[in-house]
């Protein structure tokens, strides 16, 4: 079966990774259109529910697989490896049938518990996917340990394509029900008709959820038994002795991993739900009505975190494409070889998010007016909040790295305390009426910012690695600034010159928004390289590096910086 690198797995998740969240931008305006901010913050209230229980049953799973199977591959014990898989598989199925059965027959008493009780179809609806993701988890897991990133990054693809079609179409469809049910009511006021029809929306959005899940685990199953062979092959050629233990010691060592990582994961989830109420109640504390509160809880959810979380999706596949390697380097006690490994994450993601940060700030309303052009309400959210995807990042790797060395339960510790920090801060603030949704951002900060601090201090006393912050930041900071500069001056000067030609405002704010990020990532890019952040070797780790080394040659001024 196919190995890679890190960095090639880093690669071909992150091409997924950006696919997927382009792909789950482009269709969220549109079911916007269907639902309006109103039904939106129904959906997410819904979903919030559905991500909880996921993390429930399925998030530790798949982090301790690719933990113990890169760990046992490593020391070349490809049977053991086999038989955790067949028994983590087990675990897992029978983990999603329980959580899908419970979630439809608690649906109500948890839309209760949230303080709405109209996300109970949405979260009814969400209910059968939990048995498809379940399995789909552990054969992602599988695949990762075995750093073979091809199958999760085509999986996660088919995923989102599925639920892009599908989410739309049921949500136009239950929203035309919900508008008959509302005639058959005799309801006539328009309002109270969009409400009713935004329940049965916001439920119907939800069935795209359970169709892409099912499609990509067949996908995965498929995938796996092509490879079954090569893989009963290995086991046949290498030596069984040493890889002798019983199904509970293999059970055992898969919950020692999986149980910290999934009551962190829950904790953070369970600290989002008390979010979602606390948001809700403290802004008609502030003075909002219910519907106010719902619509600004359904900007903050979708126009802010939708867009902000598409250069995470770098993070996220930094984060599962080094899992594997640090544990590798660990497990052979190679400390030489982690602490390369370690330095090139933080530089690797650092090179990506700070100017992702600046470019959304500078970006913010053009991005929002494209993307929603029906309510462009969220842009100030999304400029005042973009640099904490800087923070979001650096503790994804972190929490990566910790989990690799073994020290499974020291970033939940950490995230703990932060979420606690971020609730203190979002109970003061969003009261405030001046501040309102804006105050969910700063408590956001607060908790990554202790985090981020907290996991570097752990990575360098349990590793020794030391790394210069200045170092890895001045230079991308740095040359963002520059860029941002030149984005919004290229934006704003063709914007002027578009205004004789093109007469549609969103088109021409398309194509000037197009042109200006065009060409702060070639700044960015060249200034870079220029400023010695970017050498030949990064250059070739990139999809098809080695034409865009070619090309970036034939440019004079640049040249001989990759030649030094």
């Known amino acids: 079966m196919e190995k890679q690198s890190s960095s090639k797995g880093f690669t071909i998740l992150s091409a997924a990774s950006i696919i997927t969240k382009l792909l789950g931008v482009l269709y969220v305006p549109i079911y916007t259109l269907i639902l309006g901010n109103y039904g939106n913050g129904i959906y997410e209230q819904g979903f919030k529910i559905y991500q909880l229980v996921f993390v429930i049953a399925n998030t530790g799973m ?22 955790t898989l067949r028994i983590s598989t087990v675990m897992l199925t029978v983990a999603g049938l329980v959580t899908s059965v419970s979630m439809a027959l608690l649906a109500m008493p948890l839309a209760n518990m949230m303080y709405s009780p109209e996300a109970y179809l949405t979260i009814l609806a969400l209910s059968p996917a939990m048995i498809f993701t379940a399995i789909g988890c552990i054969y992602r897991g599988y695949f990762q340990g075995r750093s073979n990133m091809v199958p999760t990054s085509i999986s996660q693809i088919i995923e989102q394509a599925v639920n892009c079609a599908l989410t739309i179409l049921f949500a136009w ?10 005639a058959v009511k005799g309801i006539t006021d328009q309002e109270e008709i969009f409400k009713v029809a935004a329940v049965y929306a916001a439920a119907g959005a939800t069935i795209g959820t359970t169709a892409g899940a099912m499609a990509s ?19 046949k050629l290498t030596e069984v002795s040493g890889q002798r233990a019983s199904n509970k010691e293999i059970v055992k060592k898969i919950l020692s991993y999986a149980i910290p990582v999934t009551l962190g994961s829950v904790l953070i989830y369970a600290t989002q739900i008390i979010d979602v109420m606390n948001i809700k109640t403290r ?37 599962t494409a080094i ?14 070889l982690l602490h390369r490994r370690i330095y090139r994450s933080f530089k690797t993601i650092l090179m990506i ?19 929603f052009p029906r309510y462009p309400d969220g842009w100030d959210l999304l400029m005042i909040g973009s640099w904490t995807l800087v923070l979001i990042s650096l503790v994804s790797i972190q929490t990566s790295i910790l989990q690799g060395i073994g020290k499974v339960y020291v970033p ?14 979002n109970y003061t603030l969003i009261a405030v009426k001046p501040i309102n949704i804006k105050g969910a951002i700063i408590g956001n900060a607060v908790c990554y910012i202790f985090a981020a601090f907290m996991n570097y201090r752990a990575i360098k006393r349990h590793t020794g690695v030391r790394l210069s912050v200045k170092r890895l930041f001045n230079r991308p900071l740095s040359v963002s600034v ?29 194509i000037c928004s197009c042109f200006a990020i065009a060409a702060g990532m070639l700044v960015y890019y060249l200034l870079m390289i220029m400023a010695k952040g970017l050498t030949a070797d990064d250059i070739r780790s990139f999809p098809m590096g080695g034409r865009i080394l070619d090309f970036t040659a034939r440019v004079p001024i640049v040249d001989r910086y990759l030649k030094l």
């Open 353 to 371: 998010v700070v100017p992702a940060a600046i470019g959304i700030a500078v970006m913010a309303k053009p991005i929002i007016n494209i993307l």
């Open 412 to 425: 939940t510790i950490h995230m703990i305390i932060g979420l606690v920090l971020k609730l203190i801060v």
């Open 482 to 510: 520059i860029m941002g500069l030149i984005v919004y001056l290229v934006y704003h000067g063709s914007t002027l010159m578009a205004g004789w030609l093109i007469k549609s405002l969103f088109i021409q704010n398309l």
């Open 173 to 182: 469809v239950m929203y035309k029900y919900g508008v008959n049910v509302a």
């Open 217 to 235: 685990t067949l996908y995965l199953l498929r995938t796996y038994h092509k490879n079954r062979n090569d893989i009963l092959k290995e086991i």
């Open 62 to 83: 798949p982090i301790a697989l690719s933990k113990i199977i890169s760990e046992q591959l490593a020391s070349e014990k490809y049977l053991l490896s086999y038989r």
């Open 323 to 336: 899992l594997p390697s640090i544990s590798a380097a660990h497990a052979l006690n190679d400390r030489a």
């Open 283 to 319: 802004l008609m504390t502030a003075g909002f009505t219910d519907f106010e509160a719902t619509s600004m809880y359904g900007i903050l959810s979708t126009q802010y975190n939708k867009v902000l979380f598409i250069p995470v999706a770098f993070a996220t596949a930094l984060q």
